[in-house]
C-alpha cells in the first residue's frame, strides 16, 4: 500500500528528520518539499503502521505527522471552500462519530488566500458535525489535516496523539505572561507538556545556566525554591519576592556550575539550559544526577552545533543514558539549533520494572 503523508521539522534539520521517516519504515520515498521543513513522501505501508512505529520509537527531529491521501488542485478563489468542503466528505466513513474531533488548518508560501483558516476550519467542521461527531477544538481526539499551498491543497483524517503534537503542524504557541523575561521560557512549558511533566508546587529546584531567570521565574511562580546557577547577572525581577509579604524564593549562585556542584541537598527538580557543547553538558547532568531525588526529574537542552547535529546530538544521549532513564527527546517547536531531553532517575525506573 502506498500512503501520502506530510511530515514536518525545522528547516534545519529537514535531513535527520527524513531519515527517521526513512528508517521507520524503509521503502518511504520523499516527493519533495513544500515549504522548507515541511516534506511530502509516500510510505510503503498504511498510515497506522507509520504511526504506530514512530509512536512506539518516538523521532527526535520529526515534529509533526499527518495523513494526506486528498490531494486537491486550487486556484486562489472563493470556490476552493466549495471544493474543499466536497472533498473532505470523502473521508467521512474514517470519521469516529463517537470521538470528539477538530479541524486544523495551516498554510504555506506567500498566497494571498481570499479566505482565512478559521473560514476552512468552520466550513470542514461542519461537515464533519454533520454526521454526528462531537466538535471539540481543545481536546480533540481525531482530526482533519488541512495543509494548503497556492496551488493545491492535502487533506487527511487521523488520531490526535498519531499526529505526534496535538498542534497544526507541532506549531505550540503560548500567550506572552505579564513579568515573562524571555522566550526561553516557552521551551520548559512546551517541554513540560510534550513529555506529560508536571512540576511540583513546592520543594527545591536548580536551575544550571539560569541568566537572565526565565526558566528561574517560572519555577518560582509555582512555588518552587530556586536555586539559580550562572556567573551572568539575572533579571531584578526574579530576585524580588512573588509577593511583597514573602521571602525570596530565588538564590543566585554567581560561578559555574562545575565549582557548584559538589556536597549540597537533594533537588526534587535539575533544568539545564547551559550555552555549552551538548555532550560537555550532558557529562555536567551525570554529576549533578546524585542530587536528584529518587522521585524527581530533570530537564535540560542539548546545544547542536551546524554540522554534525545527529551524531552530537546521539553522543550526548549515550552519554546521559549511563546515569539516567531517557524519558524523551525532541526537537521542540521552541527549540533552535537543540534538543529538549527530559529525564528521570535511573535507579528509581529499575525500581519500579
Given at each position: 500500500m502506498n500512503t501520502p503523508i506530510l511530515f514536518t521539522t525545522q528547516s534545519n534539520t529537514a535531513d535527520l528528520a527524513w531519515n527517521e521517516l526513512r528508517a521507520a519504515l524503509p521503502g518511504t520515498r520523499l516527493e519533495r518539499w513544500l515549504t522548507p521543513g515541511v516534506g511530502l513522501a509516500r510510505v510503503e505501508g498504511t498510515w497506522r503502521t507509520l504511526a504506530d512505529t514512530l509512536i512506539s520509537h518516538p523521532?527526535?527531529?520529526?515534529?509533526?505527522l499527518c495523513p494526506a491521501p486528498l490531494h486537491i488542485p486550487l486556484e486562489l478563489a472563493p470556490d476552493d471552500l466549495?471544493?474543499?468542503d466536497h472533498y473532505a466528505r470523502d473521508l467521512l466513513l474514517e470519521l469516529d462519530t463517537t470521538r470528539p474531533f477538530s479541524v486544523q488548518t495551516r498554510t504555506l508560501g506567500e498566497g494571498r488566500w481570499p479566505y482565512a483558516r478559521f473560514d476552512i476550519n468552520n466550513r470542514l467542521a461542519a461537515a464533519l458535525a454533520e454526521w454526528g461527531a462531537p466538535l471539540d477544538i481543545q481536546h480533540p481526539e481525531q482530526i482533519l489535516s488541512v495543509t494548503l499551498t497556492p496551488t493545491e491543497a492535502f487533506l487527511g483524517l487521523s488520531l490526535t496523539h498519531e499526529n505526534l503534537s496535538d498542534w497544526a503542524g507541532g506549531e505550540r504557541r503560548f500567550k506572552r505572561e505579564e513579568g515573562q523575561i524571555s522566550r526561553a521560557e516557552f521551551k520548559l512549558l512546551e517541554a513540560l507538556e510534550v513529555f506529560g511533566l508536571e512540576l511540583p508546587t513546592e520543594g527545591l529546584a536548580l536551575d544550571m545556566g539560569a541568566a537572565?531567570?526565565?526558566?528561574?521565574?517560572?519555577?518560582?511562580?509555582r512555588g518552587l525554591r530556586v536555586?539559580?546557577?550562572?556567573?551572568?547577572?539575572?533579571?531584578?525581577?526574579?530576585?524580588?519576592?512573588?509577593?511583597?509579604?514573602?521571602?525570596?524564593?530565588?538564590?543566585?549562585?554567581?560561578?559555574?556550575?562545575e565549582n557548584y556542584l559538589s556536597a549540597r541537598e537533594p533537588f526534587d527538580l535539575i533544568l539545564?539550559?547551559?550555552?555549552?557543547?551538548?555532550r560537555d553538558s550532558a557529562r555536567v547532568m551525570l554529576m549533578a544526577e546524585k542530587f536528584l531525588k529518587p522521585k524527581g526529574f530533570a530537564?535540560?537542552?542539548?546545544?547542536?552545533?551546524?554540522?554534525?547535529?545527529?551524531?552530537?546530538?546521539?553522543?550526548?544521549?549515550?552519554?546521559?543514558?549511563?546515569g539516567y532513564s531517557i524519558l524523551g527527546a525532541r526537537?521542540?517547536?521552541?527549540?533552535?539549533?537543540?534538543?529538549?531531553v527530559a529525564l528521570a532517575s535511573l535507579a528509581e525506573m529499575k525500581k519500579a520494572a
Open positions: 523521532p527526535i527531529f520529526i515534529r509533526h466549495e471544493i474543499l537572565p531567570g526565565g526558566w528561574t521565574r517560572i519555577l518560582a511562580g536555586i539559580a546557577v550562572d556567573p551572568a547577572e539575572l533579571d531584578p525581577r526574579v530576585l524580588a519576592p512573588m509577593y511583597p509579604s514573602a521571602l525570596p524564593s530565588v538564590t543566585h549562585i554567581r560561578t559555574i556550575v539545564n539550559d547551559m550555552r555549552m557543547d551538548a530537564v535540560m537542552t542539548l546545544k547542536l552545533p551546524e554540522r554534525g547535529m545527529g551524531e552530537v546530538a546521539r553522543a550526548a544521549l549515550r552519554i546521559l543514558g549511563s526537537q521542540l517547536f521552541h527549540n533552535r539549533d537543540e534538543v529538549t
